[in-house]
């Protein structure tokens, strides 16, 4: 991407513009959650060989393209005693009585990636067209495949009639690719089971149902336009939810609410200080990520492994580039493991409904010997305060940081998630309360990645609601829109969401066809990015692909983030005579650095 790049947009919605082909100056669009799979790998530290550092390839820009959106009204039924059957399978009939509907009521239940769905509050007695077909075998061998028509190109809803006395798992395949599973219901009533947002192109395509674990009924497939990708918006505000934040924290939040839906910004994870990924982005790609991303992770009580970490940061922000955090945190405990599974403690035992955010240590210390606070409780509130040191090293530095704290809270393998929503959110708003009043870190725009209704926090205390995203190679990644949708539905339109961890970056293009621009994505590292040579993978996305991503006018890197933001490619160290009561601000991309580290103790206290 170009400054001068240009990618018009004919329509005012999303799903009601013509085709983009060429390039352009971007204008922003206007106007059942699915269960994410997770694989997270734990930082590991890589050989010491640096990568060399050769220039890159350069590659042209890739504009913006899919194929061009029309929007038609449809509801076609397809009977699946119509469908291609696997051998096998059987038809069963009941014939419907006179002047009997023989359909499902056009409530539907949700079907998401990961197989959750809901009940619709009617059901279908008997099926659709006297048939259906049944004799699914338990071991997937076995499924239906319809032949559509699509009129137009364009999003679908696809719903399934269906009737189980089980929970099933089903795949569904489109033209040979799996795009989606869900589970059936388990009560014997015949049941719609939608997809929502599936694109199809004008004229055949055969979408295939293919039932993993056990028999089922199978009425019909209905074919709808879809409505809903439509309803997702892009008009966050970007303030932030720290009142009192500095202006390098503002300058940078303000910059990803005005290219919020008109880019997405590229991520990647560096393993550790050497930036070893990111030097093989830029060989394979030419171009750098925008955003460094890193796992900070303490060992026990020990913070050390931290402060290389942040030196390079620092570093990366000095270069122009945006700097993303999250915390490895062990649990203060004899044995501090980030896995609930490895460790004895339990957030539960820590929390208390002592105010604590703004005591000194002093004070803690002195409620811990008096036996009101368990050793749990104490042992948090000095890893908190130890890591404030390090954050508040790079406030000092002038580096904003989009920072993501207590991770995948919705699942239990982490020690922060295993006690319940009550102990995540206790620990998320102390936390938050003692680094912006106490500490004032200023610097910190809060990244919530609880990825449930159920464990979301006050949207007065994150800026950025985001999801991690892993999916096996062998699957089609495109955009995720149906986690994009789900997320916006749970935090609302004012605030911006992102795509946290992944195995494998976006496709692009997909996300503007499909309506779901994240924000940023940030690419996990070791096997997503690299082989056992330490050259790029193909395991997870061809390089081809990855080169496509780099180069399209729909992403932002590092070069590009420089010039948008007013800098130039290397700023200036500044003067270590100055002063670091306040962060040093620009209006370029970054920051001066101070060479000094910042050590911290577990006696950390702000002045």
């Given at each position: ?125 008997k099926y659709s067209g006297g048939c259906c077909v049944t004799g699914f075998k ?175 940061c620092a570093e990366w922000h000095r270069k122009g580039g945006i700097v993303g ?283």
């Amino acid at each position: 991407m170009k400054l001068n790049k240009i990618i018009s947009i004919a329509a005012a919605a999303m799903f009601a513009m013509t085709a983009i082909t060429g390039c352009g100056n971007k204008t922003k669009k206007s106007d059942s959650s699915s269960d994410i799979v997770i694989e997270e790998v734990e930082p590991t530290e890589t050989d010491d060989s640096s990568s060399s550092e050769t220039s890159a390839e350069t590659f042209p820009d890739y504009p913006i393209s899919y194929p061009e959106i029309e929007k038609k009204r449809t509801g076609d039924i397809y009977e699946a005693e119509d469908a291609k059957l696997s051998m096998g399978l059987v038809i069963d009939g009941t014939p419907l009585d006179e002047n009997e509907e023989g359909s499902v009521s056009e409530e539907t239940t949700a079907a998401s990636e990961s197989g959750n769905s809901s009940e619709s509050d009617e059901k279908k007695p008997k099926y659709s067209g006297g048939c259906c077909v049944t004799g699914f075998k338990p071991d997937g061998s076995t499924s239906v495949t319809f032949e559509v028509e699509a009129p137009s190109n364009q999003h679908y809803d696809l719903a399934f009639s269906i009737s189980s006395e089980r929970l099933v798992d089903c795949r569904v395949a489109l033209n040979g690719t799996e795009i989606s599973k869900f589970k059936t219901m388990n009560d014997g009533e015949f049941t719609l089971i939608t997809l929502y947002g599936v694109f199809l192109v004008k004229g055949k395509s055969e979408i295939e149902l293919r039932p993993e674990n056990g028999n089922l009924k199978l009425d019909y497939l209905k074919l709808a336009n879809n409505t809903s990708l439509s309803s997702i918006r892009y008009d966050a505000e970007g303030d932030l939810a720290n009142k009192e934040a500095g202006e390098s924290a503002k300058e940078l939040m303000t910059f990803l609410t005005e290219n919020y839906g008109k880019y997405t910004l590229t991520g990647q994870y560096a393993s550790n200080e050497k930036n070893e990924e990111l030097e093989l982005v830029y060989r394979t790609t030419g171009k750098y990520p925008a955003i460094r991303f890193s796992a900070m992770h303490t060992s026990g009580t020990s913070f050390d492994s931290t402060f290389k970490d942040i030196d390079a940061c620092a570093e990366w922000h000095r270069k122009g580039g945006i700097v993303g955090l999250m915390w490895y945190w062990e649990a203060p405990s004899k044995k501090p493991s980030v896995y609930a599974k490895d460790t004895d403690f339990k957030l539960s035992e820590a929390v208390t409904d002592t105010e604590l955010a703004m005591l000194t240590q002093e004070e803690i210390r002195g409620l811990y010997g008096e036996g009101k606070i368990s050793e749990q409780c104490y042992g948090v509130m000095l890893d908190i305060d130890n890591m404030a040191g390090q954050l508040m090293s790079l406030k000092n530095k002038g580096v904003p940081v989009l920072w993501r704290p207590l991770h995948e809270s919705y699942g239990d393998w982490f020690w922060w998630g295993a006690s319940g929503v009550d102990a995540y959110k206790w620990l998320w708003n102390l936390m938050y309360k003692r680094y912006t009043e106490y500490f004032e870190l200023d610097n910190l725009i809060w990244v919530w990645n609880g990825q449930s209704e159920s464990t979301l926090v006050d949207k007065n205390t994150f800026d950025i609601a985001s999801l991690d995203i892993y999916m096996q190679p062998d699957k089609d990644y495109g955009s995720r829109y149906e986690q994009f949708l789900a997320l916006q539905k749970i935090v609302g339109k004012e605030k911006l969401i992102a795509l946290s961890e992944c195995s494998v970056v976006p496709d692009i293009d997909a996300s503007f066809r499909d309506n779901a621009v994240w924000s940023f994505f940030g690419l996990w590292y070791g096997k997503y990015l690299r082989n056992d040579e330490n050259e790029f993978a193909e395991t997870y996305i061809s390089r081809d692909n990855f080169i496509h991503v780099y180069n399209s006018d729909g992403a932002i890197t590092l070069d590009e983030l420089i010039k948008l933001r007013g800098g130039e490619e290397l700023i200036p160290e500044y003067d270590p005579s100055e002063t670091t009561d306040s962060p040093k601000t620009t209006t370029s991309a970054a920051a001066s650095e101070s060479n000094e580290n910042t050590e911290t103790t577990a006696n950390t206290e702000a002045e």
